[in-house]
């Protein structure tokens, strides 16, 4: 019965669409604009920098505590808190069941859980951004890197499969992305 609790309290966490509302808060539905995504990276290019750091601020924050609630039930608990807030991200109660790509929200989630390999994972992310200018690739080879991390650092073996799920969530998040990369009609980040 706890694990439902700690189940539903993160997910209603990971539901809240931090990149929607500022943009809402500013008279634009952020689901028309740039990539129509809710993330950071497109409340950046509508919005500009400050509100972009905003929104990557609230979605890293919303996975960090919804796992440091679920850990205070024990290890289990923090995992089903990391993954619950990541559904909830992704396919959030508050917007009809639309949401994210996870990567922010992930990052938030694997800073608690697996600090060592999520700060393995961002520096990839950091390389291949800075290599590439794609906001996208360099989230989904981070993402393809954190259960290597996870598994290189010797975390349980429940975090490496849920690391695992969760790159294979956040890749597949990032299908119609894949696409634009594959035909070179992506946008660089500038």
């Given at each position: 019965?706890?694990?439902?609790?700690?189940?539903?309290?993160?997910?209603?966490?990971?539901?809240?669409?931090?990149?929607?509302?500022?943009?809402?808060?500013?008279?634009?539905?952020?689901?028309?604009?740039?990539?129509?995504?809710?993330?950071?990276?497109?409340?950046?290019?509508?919005?500009?920098?400050?509100?972009g750091l905003v929104a990557l601020a609230g979605d890293v924050g919303k996975g960090a505590v919804a796992v440091y609630l679920g850990s205070r039930a024990g290890e289990w608990s923090a995992v089903v808190a990391g993954a619950s807030a990541l559904v909830g991200h992704s396919w959030s109660i508050f917007l009809r069941f639309r949401?994210?790509?996870?990567?922010?929200t992930a990052?938030?989630?694997?800073?608690?859980?697996?600090?060592?390999a999520a700060f393995g994972a961002l520096g990839v992310w950091a390389l291949v951004f800075a290599l590439s200018r794609y906001v996208s690739l360099a989230s989904i080879i981070a993402a393809g890197s954190l259960p290597i991390f996870i598994a290189a650092f010797d975390y349980a073996w429940p975090c490496i499969l849920f690391g695992t799920l969760?790159?294979?969530?956040?890749?597949?998040?990032?299908?119609?992305?894949?696409?634009?990369?594959?035909?070179?009609?992506?946008?660089?980040?500038?």
């Open positions: 019965m706890k694990l439902i609790g700690v189940a539903l309290i993160a997910y209603l966490l990971g539901s809240f669409p931090t990149g929607y509302l500022l943009a809402r808060a500013r008279g634009i539905d952020i689901f028309q604009h740039g990539s129509g995504n809710i993330g950071a990276t497109n409340v950046w290019r509508t919005l500009g920098p400050a509100f949401g994210g790509k996870t990567i922010a990052l938030g989630v694997f800073l608690m859980l697996t600090p060592w969760a790159a294979v969530i956040a890749i597949y998040r990032h299908r119609s992305n894949i696409r634009r990369l594959l035909d070179g009609s992506e946008h660089r980040f500038r």
